[in-house]
């Protein structure tokens, strides 16, 4: 079965640094979605940075460009979301998901518009001044 973990979430301060991690196992296939979402109680899940496994491509809201960067291990089948300068806003619970390719890979409201999709159990990152 298809597992999907995530890990290295916190507490840290405004200003501090996170790097989460995702691992997937099992998804056999070659090209995929793999991303991050996040969400705050009482408001919809958002999507955050993607890869498309296979072709390389990223994408990250333009909103976090200049603080997050998205880098993958192939042979860990792990992605990795570096946080940096992280603020109050970003206060969430961080989840990692896994789904087709449909075009591309990014996002369709609170998910990647593709079928089949696996999720983490989420991560929480908590900023504090």
């Known amino acids: 079965a298809v597992q999907v973990e995530e890990s290295g979430g916190g507490s840290v301060q405004v200003g501090g640094s996170l790097k989460l991690s995702c691992k997937v196992s099992d998804y056999e296939r070659e090209s995929y979605c793999m991303g991050w979402f996040r969400q705050v109680p009482g408001k919809e899940r958002q999507g955050v940075a993607s890869i498309e496994v296979g072709r390389g491509r990223t994408y990250i809201v333009p909103s976090n460009r200049d603080r997050f960067t998205l880098s993958r291990d192939n042979a860990k089948n792990t992605l990795y979301l570096q946080m940096t300068d992280l603020k109050l806003e970003d206060t969430a619970i961080y989840s990692c998901?896994?789904?087709?390719?449909?075009?591309?890979?990014?996002?369709?409201?609170?998910?990647?518009?593709?079928?089949?999709?696996?999720w983490g159990q989420g991560t929480q990152v908590t900023v504090s001044s």
């Open positions: 998901e896994v789904a087709t390719v449909f075009f591309d890979c990014t996002f369709d409201g609170s998910e990647f518009r593709g079928a089949g999709h696996y």
